[in-house]
């Protein structure tokens, strides 16, 4: 599963410091996670199904064959959440004899015939009703929703929203739509009939056996997967879709899309058989399902998940041509997906405790898919924004990678198995060698295939390719929690000609660890790869010729840590000068921030970074730099206005532009002009923003011609002002994501926050549904990563109530809207609720 992360920004604002906290729930008493005791072992399930739009219900009936797993049993124990349970019966080659049962408590305790013997199959039916409204169990912070089966629009009354069914399994939802053993650790073949109405297409696990049209203008689908994969990995899906076909070698791989994302369908997913090739080849492990399709979901409760052949995306990942040209900010998603049919379908973590052994490799997934196709500096920004994110959260400093304590097994969906587990195995890459390495990996997957295991035989595998003991780096990174915290002095010993570095872990437990140190000598840096005792001081000597310009540590980026450093402007320029690797440049480069303007070599650094071959470190060089600086101006506008014309990758095209709207210069009226009129998104955006500086009253016209949909965070930052100043109805949905967090906002920057108030006032007083639905489905999503914090939600909520005022505001001025405002006043009232 790709978890939902809300956009960083509003986050980083909503849970700063001075306005939120998140929990800490460190001094709880916490229970021990066991993994599920297996009584019975599932063998196959078979189920037809039927929908009722109406009611948004599900008709099932269900024959589960299963025998006890190793002790004698006369009982069958299902999860069945929310459900009627019509008939209960051993199914005997299609004779049925009807069985005792007891549910209550969203358990299905069945007696059967007489006690089984290990490997004594037998199969029981089950006649039943799935009503996921009835469900109790709630989101989390990862999966916002736990219905298990989702009707979107299903009486087709929003005429902008098409009419779905899809299901969400993970963590333990698939018991909302069908009777089973609900854990990770259950594995089973399956088959499923789903009747439709025969103007939709159907979409399950494994291959469409067969399809055969019924009366009253429905279709009865059959689909069969015939390899055993776990019970939250079923899934199903209905609606309006066109297939576009794609394949690898002889496995169809095939593309659900809404239709009128057709003709882009190939610019969004066209990637993924070269993907299925390359990690096929990678591990040394052919890719071993009988398809591979992808289908996105309305309304979907994550980011997308890995149903065995079937990955659902959420609408994030549809995008059209001025997005896309920008960059398919959805293909790690893919990639990460993908994946997950070697680490999570293939070989699944036996309890969520280890969910390290499927998401983290997920995350890695996305690291060695941008590695061999964008090159290493991609790579490595990839996974240093990933891991930052994991440093910068101090909650998640004392959790373990793999853990047993969990409150909710939904909070190991988090940034510790994600985005430092994915630094993680980069690390043990790092130091067992790519060969071992990838090597361990393929041994993992045959000797576990179709099984599920949990870190400690995922030690084993590299343990036996290496011939190394790995205890000392699962024990710290694995089973123990946090990072080193580094700082680090040096001194100049003439006469031995030698500095010394002295190396200091503050964390409360020291590390062992490899560390590359650069040590500059005139002007040159050398390499050294030294071995970091778990001490809170070691020391290393290096032979040099004279006091050295500069120490550089952690010098590749690899070690997963918080690093503080001390250098000077012109330190930081020899070191971007002269790092090849991606994350010493970047650092050096932000790092100089608040000496823009005040040193000359911050500004030769940002004219360096100008000229860097990776786009986003010139971008980054872009976004630091005041054009309005007489100084800056003189010793870097002329490479800004080629980027702004010339950059081949549109995004720094459009950081040059904003670079140069600064200067509020009346000559690059045609460069925004033309810009107008790109395909880019943001090329348009930031064009837009050049018009709107200099003549404001040209901006009004052209903002509703900028896709704004799933906007970037900057693009909507940027065009936010032209939007709510020229009340710009068109885009009024759109600019949700950010209004909707205007009290945060406005804490890191009042005049950002002041216009999204605006924002939400416009949309609070106008009649539009979808602008307010936005807003309130926004909100909702967000309470789940809020922890509990009470001042957060008070100051939502709040908001929220004086929104809903100006809504009986505006029925009472408008009662001929009534039905549509009627509409509005139920979706705040409920977001409202939600909040109490």
């Keep these: 599963m790709k978890k939902v992360i809300l956009s960083i920004a509003v986050l980083g604002m909503l849970f700063s410091g001075s306005v939120a906290a998140q929990t800490d729930t460190s001094g709880r008493?916490?229970?021990?996670?066991?993994?599920?005791?297996?009584?019975?072992?599932?063998?196959?399930?078979?189920?037809?199904?039927?929908?009722?739009?109406?009611?948004?219900?599900m008709n099932g009936e269900e024959w589960l064959t299963a025998s006890p797993y190793f002790y004698p049993t006369n009982e069958l124990t299902l999860d069945a959440k929310g459900?009627?349970?019509?008939?209960?019966?051993?199914?005997?080659?299609?004779?049925?004899?009807?069985?005792?049962?007891?549910?209550?408590?969203?358990?299905?305790?069945?007696?059967?015939?007489?006690?089984?013997?290990?490997?004594?199959?037998?199969?029981?039916?089950?006649?039943?009703?799935?009503?996921?409204?009835?469900?109790?169990?709630?989101?989390?912070?990862?999966?916002?929703?736990?219905?298990?089966?989702?009707?979107?629009?299903?009486?087709g009354k929003d005429p902008d929203k098409?009419?779905?069914?899809?299901?969400?399994?993970?963590?333990?939802?698939?018991?909302?739509?069908?009777?089973?053993?609900?854990?990770?650790?259950?594995?089973?073949?399956?088959?499923?009939?789903?009747?439709?109405?025969?103007?939709?297409?159907?979409?399950?696990?494994?291959?469409?056996?067969?399809?055969q049209k019924e009366s009253n203008g429905l279709r009865t689908d059959h689909w069969v997967m015939d390899k055993r994969h776990s019970t939250y990995l079923f899934f199903m899906g209905v609606g309006e879709y066109a297939v576009v076909k794609d394949k690898w070698k002889n496995v169809p791989v095939d593309y659900y899309v809404e239709k009128e994302y057709e003709p882009y369908a190939k610019q969004i997913y066209g990637n993924t058989p070269e993907m299925i090739d390359f990690f096929s080849k990678k591990m040394g492990y052919d890719y071993p399902w009988a398809k591979y399709a992808q289908i996105s979901g309305r309304d979907y409760v994550s980011g997308a998940m890995e149903n065995t052949t079937a990955t659902l995306h959420g609408n994030g990942v549809l995008q059209k041509p001025g997005q896309l040209i920008d960059e398919n900010k959805w293909e790690d998603t893919i990639a990460h997906e993908l994946f997950h049919h070697w680490f999570g379908d293939l070989v699944t973590a036996e309890s969520w405790s280890n969910l390290t052994v499927n998401e983290s490799f997920a995350n890695y997934s996305e690291y060695l898919w941008n590695e061999y196709k964008y090159g290493k500096d991609q790579a490595d920004y990839h996974q240093m924004t990933d891991v930052d994110m994991y440093i910068h959260s101090p909650a998640d400093f004392k959790k373990n990678l793999v853990r047993f304590n969990y409150e909710s097994r939904e909070d190991v969906f988090d940034l510790v198995t994600y985005q430092k587990g994915g630094g993680i195995l980069h690390m043990l890459r790092n130091y067992l060698g790519d060969d071992a390495f990838f090597a361990g990996m393929n041994d993992y997957l045959k000797a576990n295939e179709y099984q599920n295991a949990e870190a400690h035989q995922l030690r084993l595998s590299f343990e036996?390719?290496?011939?190394?003991?790995?205890?000392?780096?699962?024990?710290?990174?694995?089973?123990?929690?946090?990072?080193?915290?580094?700082?680090?002095?040096?001194?100049?010993?003439?006469?031995?000609?030698?500095?010394?570095?002295?190396?200091?872990?503050?964390?409360?437990?020291?590390?062992?660890?490899?560390?590359?140190?650069?040590?500059?000598?005139?002007?040159?840096?050398?390499?050294?790869?030294?071995?970091?005792?778990?001490?809170?001081?070691?020391?290393?000597?290096f032979d040099v010729s004279k006091n050295p310009d500069l120490v550089n540590i952690n010098a590749d980026g690899i070690l997963v840590s918080d690093i503080t450093d001390t250098k000077t402007p012109e330190q930081y320029l020899l070191q971007f000068i002269n790092s090849k690797e991606l994350k010493s440049r970047y650092s050096a480069l932000t790092a100089i921030k608040d000496q823009v303007g005040k040193n000359p070599a911050a500004t030769k650094l940002l004219g360096a970074a100008l000229k860097d071959p990776y786009f986003r470190v010139r971008m980054k060089a872009l976004e630091l730099m005041d054009l309005s600086n007489s100084d800056q101006s003189k010793a870097l506008i002329s490479d800004v206005e080629k980027l702004a014309v010339n950059d081949p990758k549109t995004l720094v095209q459009a950081a040059a532009i904003t670079a140069l709207t600064k200067t509020k210069d009346k000559?690059?009226?045609?460069?925004?002009?033309?810009?107008?009129?790109?395909?880019?998104?943001?090329?348009?955006?930031?064009?837009?923003?050049?018009?709107?500086?200099?003549?404001?009253?040209?901006?009004?016209?052209?903002?509703?011609?900028?896709?704004?949909?799933?906007?970037?965070?900057?693009?909507?930052?940027?065009?936010?002002?032209?939007?709510?100043?020229?009340?710009?109805?068109?885009?009024?949905?759109?600019?949700?994501?950010?209004?909707?967090?205007?009290?945060?906002?406005?804490?890191?920057?009042?005049?950002?926050?002041?216009?999204?108030?605006?924002?939400?006032?416009?949309?609070?007083?106008?009649?539009?549904?979808?602008?307010?639905?936005?807003?309130?489905?926004?909100?909702?999503?967000?309470?789940?990563?809020?922890?509990?914090?009470p001042q957060v939600k008070m100051m939502i909520?709040?908001?929220?109530?004086?929104?809903?005022?100006?809504?009986?505001?505006?029925?009472?001025?408008?009662?001929?809207?009534?039905?549509s405002i009627n509409l509005q006043i139920d979706a705040i009232n409920k977001a409202i609720e939600s909040f109490k």
Excluded at 168 to 174: A, D, I, R, V, Y
Excluded at 528 to 534: L, M
Excluded at 802 to 808: P, Q, R, Y
């Design 29 to 57: 008493e916490k229970v021990y996670r066991a993994t599920h005791t297996k009584v019975t072992e599932l063998k196959h399930t078979k189920l037809k199904v039927n929908f009722d739009y109406q009611k948004e219900q």
């Design 83 to 155: 459900m009627l349970v019509h008939e209960v019966a051993l199914d005997n080659n299609g004779k049925r004899s009807p069985l005792k049962y007891e549910y209550k408590n969203d358990v299905l305790t069945i007696n059967l015939d007489k006690t089984y013997q290990k490997n004594q199959d037998y199969t029981v039916y089950i006649k039943y009703t799935s009503r996921p409204s009835e469900v109790k169990q709630a989101g989390s912070m990862a999966i916002n929703d736990a219905k298990g089966l989702y009707f979107i629009n299903a009486q």
């Design 162 to 211: 098409p009419t779905q069914i899809w299901t969400q399994g993970e963590t333990e939802s698939s018991s909302a739509w069908f009777p089973t053993i609900d854990k990770p650790n259950q594995k089973t073949t399956q088959e499923i009939y789903m009747t439709v109405p025969d103007k939709y297409v159907t979409l399950s696990n494994g291959i469409m056996k067969d399809s």
């Design 464 to 541: 036996k390719v290496s011939g190394k003991d790995l205890n000392w780096f699962f024990n710290q990174w694995y089973f123990g929690s946090g990072n080193p915290k580094l700082n680090y002095t040096y001194t100049f010993e003439p006469v031995k000609k030698q500095v010394t570095v002295n190396i200091n872990q503050s964390q409360e437990l020291p590390f062992e660890f490899p560390l590359a140190i650069d040590v500059y000598d005139s002007g040159k840096p050398k390499r050294y790869n030294v071995w970091v005792n778990a001490e809170a001081k070691n020391t290393f000597n």
């Design 667 to 789: 000559k690059y009226l045609p460069i925004f002009e033309k810009g107008i009129n790109a395909v880019s998104n943001s090329v348009k955006g930031s064009s837009l923003g050049g018009l709107a500086a200099i003549d404001p009253s040209r901006a009004a016209g052209l903002a509703d011609k900028i896709d704004l949909e799933n906007a970037s965070d900057d693009l909507l930052t940027l065009l936010l002002p032209v939007v709510v100043k020229n009340k710009v109805t068109s885009q009024m949905a759109n600019i949700a994501p950010l209004v909707a967090f205007y009290p945060f906002i406005k804490f890191q920057n009042p005049e950002l926050g002041k216009t999204a108030e605006e924002g939400y006032n416009w949309i609070m007083t106008s009649d539009n549904l979808k602008a307010t639905e936005s807003i309130t489905k926004l909100l909702v999503q967000a309470k789940s990563q809020m922890g509990d914090n």
């Design 797 to 819: 909520s709040q908001m929220l109530k004086d929104g809903l005022n100006k809504k009986m505001d505006l029925l009472k001025q408008n009662p001929q809207n009534a039905a």
